[in-house]
T-cell receptor, first 114, second 120 residues
Framework: KAGVTQTPRYLIKTRGQQVTLSCSPI?????VSWYQQTPGQGLQFLFE???????NKGNFPGRFSGRQFSNSRSEMNVSTLELGDSALYLC?????????????FGPGTRLTVL | AQTVTQSQPEMSVQEAETVTLSCTYD???????LFWYKQPPSRQMILVIR??????QNATENRFSVNFQKAAKSFSLKISDSQLGDAAMYFC?????????????????FGKGTKLSVKP
């Protein structure tokens, strides 16, 4: 099976712009979680989707949003980018909901905001 | 809220030697999972080992083993016969077994990580 894929791998944007990141989970996985990783804050949970519904949301401003499609692919969007949004954005998928199932991570999208 | 603490920001080990990475966590729950994830430089995060809290036996995966002390809320990772390929960031993570979607902290609560260097 192919692993979790994320596109694009690298992205450079300027302040005020918006960005959309994409995540394709492992085939058959219905749960997708997003994390932001920075040197200072470590790994922080953004949100989780299961069967096209957002099940969980972390403590991030409303500029961060996401969605999941019927094929389980997920996108996250960040509007009005700020310098502090520069980070590695990780997507993880699992086969079952909630507490069951290991999470498999993608390679991440490195976002740089100038 | 649950917290995970990794008190060693950086560790170093000689190739072929053994190293132990520390992790403590705080929870009022009795049923949960603990994980160690490895993130090599510029590479994907992968699961190294997992431990179910209800199991008293410590998990082992080849050269990787854990010392799970439930009462002390401690979950250390031991890497035996260290190899150059073990150099990476190691993250300890907690997942509740009783709250399906984890709440605002999400399914996996991570520590800050320990950067492991392996000297040839």
């Amino acid at each position: 099976k192919a692993g979790v894929t994320q596109t694009p791998r690298y992205l450079i944007k300027t302040r005020g712009q918006q960005v959309t990141l994409s995540c394709s989970p492992i085939s058959g996985h219905r749960s997708v979680s997003w994390y932001q990783q920075t040197p200072g804050q470590g790994l922080q949970f953004l949100f989780e989707y299961f069967s096209e519904t957002q099940r969980n949301k972390g403590n991030f401003p409303g500029r961060f949003s996401g969605r999941q499609f019927s094929n389980s692919r997920s996108e996250m969007n960040v509007s009005t980018l700020e310098l502090g949004d520069s980070a590695l954005y990780l997507c993880a998928s699992s086969s079952t909901r909630g507490t069951q199932g290991e999470q498999f991570f993608g390679p991440g999208t490195r976002l740089t905001v100038l | 809220a649950q917290t995970v603490t990794q008190s060693q920001p950086e560790m170093s080990v000689q190739e072929a030697e053994t190293v132990t990475l520390s992790c403590t966590y705080d929870t009022s729950e009795s049923d949960y999972y603990l994980f160690w994830y490895k993130q090599p430089p510029s590479r994907q995060m992968i699961l190294v080992i997992r431990q179910e809290a209800y199991k008293q036996q410590n998990a082992t995966e080849n050269r990787f083993s854990v010392n799970f002390q439930k009462a002390a809320k401690s979950f250390s990772l031991k890497i035996s016969d260290s190899q150059l390929g073990d150099a990476a960031m190691y993250f300890c993570a907690y997942r509740s077994a009783s709250r399906p979607f984890g709440g605002s902290q999400g399914n996996l609560i991570f520590g800050k990580g320990t950067k492991l260097s392996v000297k040839p």
